[in-house]
């Protein structure tokens, strides 16, 4: 049983294989890549002392700790660098059904606190791109795939970013996923796999990875104590995570992301090439074409989810461009990318995205650089991104008063409230002007709706009070219900939001009028 947290885990003895150079402010690694040897995952090696001894002891271990049986979790210092607050965390992933390999940061202040500190979840970018089977048949052949079919590794990712040279303003822990060779999320886009395809991203990321970090150092478990940030791919589905779950999340960041424009006002050739981009990212994830799956796409683009962000109160920061830096001193401005592309179309494109975000009421900040895409994130990352997620960890977030939301998940969790739903076809089911004191929210689609609510017991005795659930329909009679209260003060009842239909839902449905929202209001009242 895995009853401790770092300090009570096997530290094997780091392993250095080479300590890269940054070339000047700004710049990325100038030296040769760094080979790491596949991992002895086994704790082989010296025992050694945690940068923070003993975080917490055997007896004040955390009471999940039995969750993690059979995860075999290993600790160790980075074999990529001779620096003890860089640590390897590898484990089996239930999940994913793989041993998978996370990196952690652990800043300078980490040793000398005893209060738990937030936590910065990266998000690497693309690794290799989906080959449609070409790079199985090449290799099948003896012939080597091109160079971005053949697997990765994402670990150079968050030392582009600079989080290594950072531990003394870093006032948070960072923690990235998919750190081993060849990497599981290629081009996963983050998201869950459809179908029994792909890897279940997302589930991994808020099942396995956040409570394990929980468990392992003493990090905060609140939202005000938690951040996301990505780069290219990963700033997408960094984005894509707060907009799915701002309940979670103080803050969202994302370096070069993207925006495809998909079923919004960008020319239709960059909606073509952002929609092909899409498919070949997600198709073995279990994603048709988006012009015969849309309603699904249309679930992946964080512009659709914007009313779940309008009370959150996550602040959002996206940038473009690195500000055309040199990769070493002797080379000219830009000379590292084309930076053509990125200008012409992900600029383009991402400014489209932030009108439409401007346009819909949610407060953000974006920053367009020259430069390539997925260049020098370091400089952006020092500039915009740092001092900001050190002033959101310290100020801290409120939870908002009420909320909306919308999603086409089945089932879902949202500020306390816990849904599933009942019905054969795909569209968007909304929560809007839902109270999180759980007494009132009206609900817009179709099925039936099992609804869990957030505590409505304020104080005393929380089982077992009675409560008087009404439903009132825009287009049928008003129902009532008598629902008791569990032992954490929730209640949970079943209702019928309106019949089901056969037909996914499309836009050019819905924006004709012909695929319509039924609404019910649900007021909660306590019986005296």
């Known amino acids: 049983m895995l009853t401790g947290r770092v300090g009570t885990l096997l530290l094997a003895a780091a392993i250095t294989v080479g300590s890269p150079q940054l070339a000047g402010e700004g710049a990325t690694i100038d030296a040769p890549p760094i080979e790491v040897p596949e991992p002895a995952l086994g704790g082989a090696g010296p025992e050694s002392t945690p940068p923070r001894a003993a975080v917490a002891s055997q ?16 600790v160790r210092t980075d074999p990529g660098y001779a620096n003890e607050q860089i640590l390897e965390v590898a484990f089996d992933s239930p999940v994913l059904g793989l041993r998978t390999i996370m990196l952690v940061w652990l800043p300078d202040r980490y040793a000398g606190v005893e209060e738990p500190l937030p936590t910065l979840y990266y998000l690497h970018g693309t690794t290799h791109s989906n080959s449609f089977g070409v790079a199985q048949e090449l290799a099948e052949q003896g012939v080597d795939a091109p160079a971005g079919l053949r697997p990765g590794s994402g670990r150079g990712s968050p030392f582009g970013v600079g ?41 991994h990321l808020f099942e396995e990875v956040v409570p394990l970090t929980e468990h392992l150092f003493g990090v905060r ?47 239709p050739f960059l909606q073509v090439h952002g929609g092909n981009i899409w498919w070949q ?38 940038v473009n461009g ?18 053509h592309l990125e200008e012409f179309i992900w600029h383009h494109t991402m400014g ?85 004191d759980g007494r009132a929210l009206t609900l817009a689609g179709t099925g039936v ?28 009679p008003a129902w009532t219900q008598t629902v008791v209260t569990d032992d954490e003060g929730r209640l949970t009842f079943t209702f019928e939001l309106a019949p089901g239909r056969d037909v996914d839902e499309r836009i050019e449905l819905v924006q004709t009028g012909a695929f319509v929202f039924p609404r019910t209001r649900i007021a909660i009242t306590p019986i005296e």
Do not use: K
Not at 228 to 255: E, T
Not at 456 to 472: I, K, L, N, S
């Open 59 to 74: 007896d004040e271990a955390s009471s999940d700790g039995a969750r993690f049986d059979g995860w075999n979790v290993t």
């Open 163 to 203: 989080f290594h040279e950072n531990l003394d303003e870093q006032q948070f822990v960072v923690v990235a996923p998919d750190m081993q060779f060849p990497a599981w999320c290629g081009h996963c886009w983050w998201i869950d796999g459809r179908d029994g395809q792909g890897v279940d991203a997302e589930t």
């Open 221 to 267: 478990s609140d939202r005000s104590g938690r951040a996301i940030l990505g780069a290219s791919m990963g700033a997408n589905g960094a984005l894509l995570q707060a907009f799915r779950h701002p309940d979670r999340f103080a803050f969202v960041g994302g370096l070069s992301p993207t925006y495809s424009g998909f079923g919004h006002a960008v020319p």
């Open 281 to 318: 990212y997600i198709q073995d994830q279990g994603y048709g074409h988006p012009a015969q799956d849309e309603i699904h796409y249309r679930a992946l683009e964080p512009v659709n989810l914007t009313p779940q962000m309008l009370s959150a109160d996550v602040e959002i920061v996206a």
């Open 322 to 339: 690195d500000g055309c830096l040199p990769v070493a001193p002797d080379e000219g401005a830009c000379e590292n990318a084309d930076p």
């Open 352 to 436: 489209v995205w932030s009108s439409l975000l401007v346009e819909r009421g949610v407060e953000h900040t974006w920053i367009e650089r020259e430069g390539p895409h997925g260049g020098i994130n370091r400089d952006s990352y020092e500039r915009w991104f740092l001092p900001r997620i050190n002033q959101r960890f310290a100020e801290g977030v409120d939870t908002p008063e009420r909320f909306s939301y919308r999603t086409i998940d089945l089932d879902f969790d949202i500020w306390g409230y816990e849904v599933q739903v009942d019905r054969t076809n795909t569209e968007f089911l909304s929560l809007l002007d839902a109270g999180t």
């Open 449 to 476: 709706v099992t609804l869990r609510t957030p505590p409505v017991v304020d104080r005393g005795r929380r089982d077992g009070r009675t409560y008087e659930v009404t439903g009132t329909p825009d287009s049928a």
